[in-house]
């Protein structure tokens, strides 16, 4: 038999399974166009400059639940995940609407992100968009329900610390009243009252200054400051507290050193650090305050011979009203309120403060700080 005449057939077979394969793909193709006109056809033109130009996070979800839409704000939230909702309490608030047919409001709390316990407080409005889609329309009001908790935090601890000085003085009224008759305790009980009024002046003008250093969200008005000025004044302040107990204060480090900033905050700043450091020193020990720069930061650490913090409270120094030894700072009249000032000081002139500290082996704070570009040369201005 004469094999040539199968060269033919196997071509024309080879051309008409070619043509029924390129058939089906262009029909696939066709059908999935038409499926995609259908999905899309409720959602109106203009939708996604839409989303993209809100400030709220913007989510556009189909009869299954699936996105088909997403602003850039609902994204950065983590609201969208793997092209669905992330958090089942919106879906709810999507079946809502479906089920009712009217747009519905509702504040919502959802986890941040996949891990940690942080969370995203919602105003949430979701509406009918087309006859098949929902749209939801997120703002983040987390920001704003923090500061509400740490003002209610605030006045409840200011009111639990207030009391104590203010019972004090009541009771001290109460004893001058009946030992009027009696010069020496007159005396005594007029000494306690002046120190606990003391205490109480000193508590309401560093309840003053943490307000407006918290409100502060950085130095409206930044001006060339010297840190050896800063040092001094601190000092100067210091002197009188640090010789009624016997404590050195030795000073060291680079000098001529200037950051851009407010110097009487940076002063307050400075000596909260220096009187705490006195405060938790043992009588005859000595208080090192030190300045250097590198790499661009000046860095300012007040180091003492004190009785330490526990590792386990080194977190908790910089909270308002924290005491590593209440019983203490009862006795020499601490607020709790100083490392929280100096802390707020320095995140508002853009640094950071550090501590270290070993039980029984003293303490020292650092903060660090952008140091100020230096000015040219005039030679290098020639050059």
Not at 113 to 133: E, I, K, N
Not at 184 to 204: I, K, N
Not at 240 to 267: F, H, M, S, W
């Amino acid at each position: 038999m004469d094999p040539t005449w199968l060269v033919p057939v196997s071509l024309a077979v080879g051309i008409m399974l070619g043509a029924l394969v390129v058939i089906v793909v262009v029909v696939a193709a066709q059908r999935g166009e038409r499926a995609a006109a259908v999905a899309t056809s409720g959602v109106p033109d203009g939708v996604n400059q839409v989303l993209e130009a809100l400030e709220s996070a913007g989510i556009v979800v189909d009869p299954s639940n699936n996105v088909v839409r997403a602003s850039p704000g609902a994204m950065a939230l983590g609201l969208v995940r793997g092209g669905a909702v992330a958090h089942a309490p919106l879906l709810a608030l999507v079946d809502r609407v479906r089920d009712s047919d009217e747009p519905v409001t509702e504040d919502l709390t959802v986890q941040r992100g996949p891990f940690g316990d942080a969370s995203l407080h919602l105003s949430v409005r979701g509406a009918r968009l087309g006859s098949r889609y929902v749209l939801l329309l997120a703002d983040d009001h987390t920001e704003a329900k923090r500061l509400e908790e740490v003002r209610r935090d605030f006045v409840a601890n200011i009111s639990h610390e207030l009391k104590t000085p203010i019972g004090a003085v009541g009771l001290l009224a109460e004893a001058l009243e009946s030992a009027s008759e009696d010069v020496t305790q007159v005396r005594r009980f007029a000494a306690r009252l002046r120190v606990e009024s003391d205490r109480l002046a000193q508590m309401t003008q560093e309840i003053i200054e943490l307000s407006r250093v918290q409100a502060m969200d950085m130095v409206e008005k930044a001006d060339l400051v010297s840190i050896d000025a800063v040092v001094a004044r601190a000092l100067d302040g210091n002197r009188v507290p640090a010789e009624a107990d016997g404590i050195r204060l030795i000073t060291g480090g680079t000098p001529g050193l200037k950051v851009y900033g407010d110097e009487n905050l940076l002063t307050t700043a400075v000596h909260n650090l220096i009187a705490n450091a006195i405060q938790y020193s043992p009588k005859g020990s000595h208080v090192g305050i030190g300045v250097r720069s590198t790499d661009g930061v000046v860095e300012l650490s007040v180091t003492d011979q004190g009785v330490g913090i526990p590792e386990e409270e080194l977190g908790r120094v910089f909270e308002r009203f924290f005491r590593v030894d209440p019983a203490r700072s009862r006795h020499t009249g601490g607020t709790g309120l100083g490392l929280s000032i100096v802390k707020h000081v320095v995140q508002n002139h853009g640094g950071d403060i550090r501590v270290w500290s070993q039980k029984g082996h003293g303490s020292t704070f650092t903060i660090r700080l952008p140091s100020a570009p230096e000015a040219p040369t005039a030679q290098g201005a020639r050059s």
